[in-house]
């Protein structure tokens, strides 16, 4: 649900994908405006509207007022979509109502970290900032037009890319272009090595002989897919799994079966909790110094990123211990892991080629203000 105030968006209450004859009903209002007539949009996952209704219809629950009731029709097509909340609506109910029936989610199906109802005392909660920083994003300024880079130019192109271009007939591959440059600032480093890549979502195959040509004679790849026929790609220096990569048996069964693991690459199913069953299963099991790429990661309210933003937040933990130079203990996630960065589409971790043990703030130098 979302209202015309455009500052007032908030988090998803669930998914839902077309049924036909189904809608999605409801009560919702704004407590500072309870006159106001509020607009309700159905979202695709690009955050496009594909439906909507005016919340002006009876509503019988005591506690709201008795003309904030909405139905908004669920398109039949095969779209995932989903559902605003503004932090500013009181909530009482939302159902889909099938053909049959309907299902019924109340305020505690919420997740946990967005609250339908904001902060209204003490410390702002993180869903505020969440939207301050959706809004600074939404309004991001573009450089002056005389504002030119420093920096020295990247070269165009690199292996992978030319790889890409290069396959004009044969196995096909799908790749977003901005990906290139990614793949190749993490996985220089693997190319000439003994390297195993793992890549779930095969498709039609063009990315296996990629992979093995850009990292050279002695990698090894593992493909991973869903899909029976996929068991055709294999061949010398590539190994086929066949299962559901939210099935964490099948992960069991593939980590007993690969004990070494250096770079795993998630262009499987694409959902939220395939991506999330995945990384939980698999990116302890990388080596040292591995990487963990997730492709295909859309939507400005995705699960899946909200996911990792959960687990950036233990790289941030700080426990001062006593000792004459600033430091921190570290938690098992700050030992194993590197950094994460952020692409459009796509997340990068990087583990620690050596455990780390300990985060220190040294001071160097004589001259210090007095003022600290």
């Given at each position: 649900m979302r209202t015309t105030h455009p500052h007032l968006t908030g988090p998803i209450i669930r998914r839902y994908f077309g049924i036909q004859g189904a809608f999605l009903t409801g009560a919702a209002y704004c407590p500072a405006s309870p006159e106001t007539a509020l607009t309700i949009a159905l979202l695709n996952h690009d955050g496009a509207t594909v439906s909507t209704a005016v919340a002006n219809g009876p509503c019988s629950h005591e506690e709201l007022p008795a003309n904030c009731g909405f139905m908004i029709p669920i398109p039949s097509q095969w779209v995932e979509t989903e559902v605003e909340v503004p932090f500013s609506f009181k909530v009482v109910e939302v159902a889909v109502e099938f053909p049959k029936g309907g299902r019924t989610f109340s305020k505690r199906d919420l997740p946990a970290t967005r609250s339908a109802v904001g902060s209204t005392s003490g410390r702002a909660s993180a869903s505020t900032e969440w939207l301050r920083g959706r809004k600074f994003a939404t309004d991001f300024p573009l450089p002056l037009p005389n504002r030119t880079s420093r920096a020295q130019p990247v070269p165009a192109g690199n292996a992978l890319e030319r790889y890409f271009e290069a396959n004009t007939e044969g196995n096909g591959i799908w790749k977003w272009r901005h990906y290139f440059a990614a793949y190749h600032r993490h996985l220089e480093k693997f190319i000439g090595q003994d390297t195993k890549l793992m890549e779930v979502g095969i498709y039609s195959g063009g990315s296996i002989g990629m992979w093995l040509d850009y990292l050279g004679p002695t990698a090894h790849i593992y493909g991973v897919d869903i899909e029976e026929a996929c068991r055709s790609y294999a061949r010398e220096r590539c190994s086929i799994f066949i299962g559901d990569q939210a099935d964490r048996s099948f992960w069991k069964q593939v980590r007993a079966e690969v004990p070494e693991l250096d770079v795993l690459i998630d262009d499987g199913g694409h959902t939220p909790e395939q991506q999330m069953v995945t990384l939980e299963e698999?990116?302890?099991?990388?080596?040292?110094?591995?990487?963990?790429?997730?492709?295909?990661?859309?939507?400005?309210?995705?699960?899946?990123?909200?996911?990792?933003?959960?687990?950036?937040?233990?790289?941030?933990?700080?426990?001062?211990?006593?000792?004459?130079?600033?430091?921190?203990?570290?938690?098992?996630?700050?030992?194993?892991?590197?950094?994460?960065?952020?692409?459009p589409y796509m997340v990068v971790i990087e583990k620690h080629a050596v455990l780390r043990e300990e985060l220190e703030a040294p001071k160097r130098g004589t001259a210090w203000q007095p003022f600290l």
């Open positions: 698999m990116l302890p099991h990388l080596a040292p110094g591995g990487v963990y790429i997730c492709e295909d990661v859309h939507g400005d309210r995705n699960e899946f990123s909200a996911f990792v933003a959960g687990l950036v937040s233990k790289l941030h933990t700080q426990v001062h211990q006593p000792g004459p130079v600033l430091a921190s203990s570290v938690n098992t996630l700050q030992a194993c892991i590197c950094s994460v960065h952020w692409y």
